[in-house]
């Protein structure tokens, strides 16, 4: 059965960084693609990045380029998302999720069938 388990969620200050990480068991993880998404209080869920089984494809929110970078380690079945240069309003509940696929990834949440119970990042002074 596959899942994957989110880490590294916590308080941090405005500007400063913090690392996701996305674990995932039960299947080969450089047969999936992972997404991050970010749900805060009371609005929808939204895609944050997300990247392809093999990591040649990333792609990024518009709210979160040129401050949070993915990354893949396959032999330690780990997706990372580092968060720099946090701002209070992304202060939300960060999930992973995986889907199969062979090649790119979406930063659609009807793109993935797998789902972590998420992290809270909370960004305040």
């Known amino acids: 059965q596959l899942q994957v388990v989110e880490s590294g969620g916590g308080l941090v200050q405005p500007g400063g960084s913090l690392r996701l990480s996305c674990a995932a068991s039960?299947?080969?993880?450089?047969?999936?693609?992972i997404g991050w998404f970010r749900q805060a209080p009371g609005k929808e869920r939204v895609g944050v990045a997300c990247?392809?089984?093999?990591?040649?494809?990333?792609s990024f929110g518009d709210s979160v380029k040129g401050r949070f970078t993915i990354s893949r380690d396959n032999a330690k079945t780990t997706v990372y998302l580092q968060m720099s240069s946090l701002k209070p309003e992304d202060t939300a509940v960060y999930s992973c999720?995986?889907?199969?696929?062979?090649?790119?990834?979406?930063?659609?949440?009807?793109?993935?069938?797998?789902w972590g119970q998420g992290t809270q990042v909370t960004v305040s002074s």
């Open positions: 039960g299947f080969t993880l450089d047969h999936l693609a």
């Open positions: 999720a995986a889907a199969i696929r062979q090649s790119g990834c979406t930063d659609r949440a009807s793109g993935y069938n797998y």
């Open positions: 990247i392809s089984s093999g990591g040649s494809t990333a």
